[in-house]
Structures are given as C-alpha cells and as structure tokens.
C-alpha cells in the first residue's frame, strides 16, 4: 500500500503516464500527474511533464502555474523556464516569452531548444537579424535537428536573401533527405530567384509523395504562371482553392505574379476579383 493508504504507486503512475505522454494522449497523463500530485506534490518530475501535457492540451495559464512551482524549487531549471516561455508566447505575452527564453539560456547556455524558441519569437517580431543570431546559435549547439536550420532559411527568405535561404534548404535536403518542409522551402526559394522550372521539379517530386498538399499546389500553380503556362497554372489554383477557400483566394489576390491573371475571366471567377 502507497502513501496516505493509496494502492497507487507513485512510480507505476509516472509509469503509466509517461507512456501515454509517448502514445499522445495528455489527457489521461494529465489526471494519472494529478494522482501523483496529490500524494507527492513537489515531485518535480510529475510537474515538469504535466506541464507538457497542459502546454499540448491549449491549457497555458495551467501549464505556467505548474512551471512556476517547479521554479519555486529550482530557480535555475532551464526547461521550466523555456517550457513557460512556451506558454506564456501562446497566451500572448511576448516580452514574458522573451524573459523565460533569456532565463532559460542563462540557466544553460547549451540549452538548444530555448535558442531556437527565442528565434521564432524575434522573428514574429520582425526582428529578422536577432532572429537569425538566436536560430544560429542553436544551430552550433544541436546542428543534427534540421528544425533551427529550416527556421534560418525562412527568415532569410524574409529578408529577401534568396540565394543564402536557398543554400540553407540545400544542405537540409543533403542532410535530411526526407525532410518534405526543407524540400517545399528550397522550391519557394528557387521561385523567388525566378528559378521556376526547377522548382517545378521540386514540386513535383513532393506531390507525387504527397499529392493534396494545398501549399505544394499553390506554389506550383505561381510557378506555372510565372512561365506563362496559363491553363495549367488556373487548373492548380481551382485545386488550392477547393482546398482552403479563404486562404488561397487571399493569397492569389495579392500575389505579383498572377497581375497579368486580373483580366482573366476564369481567375477573376476563382478568386472573387
């Protein structure tokens, strides 16, 4: 028999939980970390996964209390402070986020994930060159996670460095062949260069693995146009749109390249003009 007459052992349950933690099922990990709790109410490994479970269930402010308690114990536990900076990014509060990353990076400088979450949070600020120091810099720590790579390559992108975004997709390809959002991004690259029949190509090879990807056949249909394959091009975009209505006809609206497109009566029909 457990604590306080319990039957439940608090190593079965954490057990127990962290296996539907594995499977993705936090609910039920969340209540088998409540059982704990209840018996064992500083056990920090018990806190620190609910606080997981809550982040992944869209419960924020439950996750920060969780990590707060955690940090109560251990003011230097550099996931806490990086997991509540998670939290508090998604509930909106950004300078918070942006306080969590830097404690979290204070606690452990080595600590990738943080750099990396400090990046993407800059980046939505449209601080693109501190964005950039942050994702590097977690790229030097953990350079076997393409994640951080492919974050850089976006944000160059942004700051309309199209030839060093399309290196960086590159060598993830190289690296990680499998890697279809490296792949998608080295296409969306090589159309900014005006590179559009070898993005094509890339296109291509995604959507023969993954034929309804709405973003692939978009990005097709702009690079049809582009090389003024004009059927073709309006049979992809009438694919994108039946796919995500409100999304792509905004897209197309304000898309450069689909200008020469406004006169026609089959376009102006397919997005709403």
């Known amino acids: 028999m457990g604590l306080f007459g319990s039957n439940d052992n608090v190593e079965d349950l954490l057990y127990n939980a962290m296996s539907l933690m594995e499977k993705n099922q936090p609910k039920g990990a969340i209540s088998l970390f409540n059982k704990i709790l209840k018996q064992d109410s500083k056990n920090t490994s018990a806190l620190f996964n609910k606080g997981l ?38 509930n909106g509060n950004i300078q918070g986020a942006a306080e969590c990353y830097d404690k979290a990076i204070d606690a452990d400088p080595k600590n990738a994930s943080s750099h990396f979450n400090k990046g993407v949070l800059l980046d939505k600020l449209q601080e693109h ?16 996670k393409p994640n951080a790579m492919i974050y850089k390559g976006i944000v160059l992108g942004k700051m309309k460095k199209h030839e060093e975004a399309l290196n960086c997709f590159s060598n993830v390809c190289k690296k990680y062949p499998n890697n279809q959002d490296a792949f998608f991004q ?83 029909k397919l997005v709403k003009l």
């Open 129 to 144: 060159e501190e964005a950039l120091a942050s994702l590097e810099k977690a790229v030097s720590i953990d350079p076997r």
């Open 53 to 90: 479970a809550l982040n992944q269930t869209k419960k924020y402010s439950d996750a920060i209390t969780c990590f707060d308690i955690l940090l109560e114990i251990n003011p230097k536990d550099a996931q806490a402070w990086n997991n509540r900076g998670i939290a508090m990014a998604e």
């Open 186 to 268: 080295k296409g969306v690259q090589l159309a900014e260069l005006g590179e559009h029949k070898k993005a094509l190509d890339v296109f291509d090879d995604i959507l023969r693995k993954f034929k309804d990807n709405v973003n692939v056949i978009y990005a097709k249909s702009r690079s049809k146009a582009a090389l003024e394959m004009y059927p073709e091009a309006l049979e992809l975009l009438k694919q994108a749109i039946s796919k995500n209505p409100k999304v792509i006809r905004l897209w197309a609206k304000e898309e450069p390249i689909f200008t020469k497109l406004h006169s026609n009566d089959q376009f102006r």
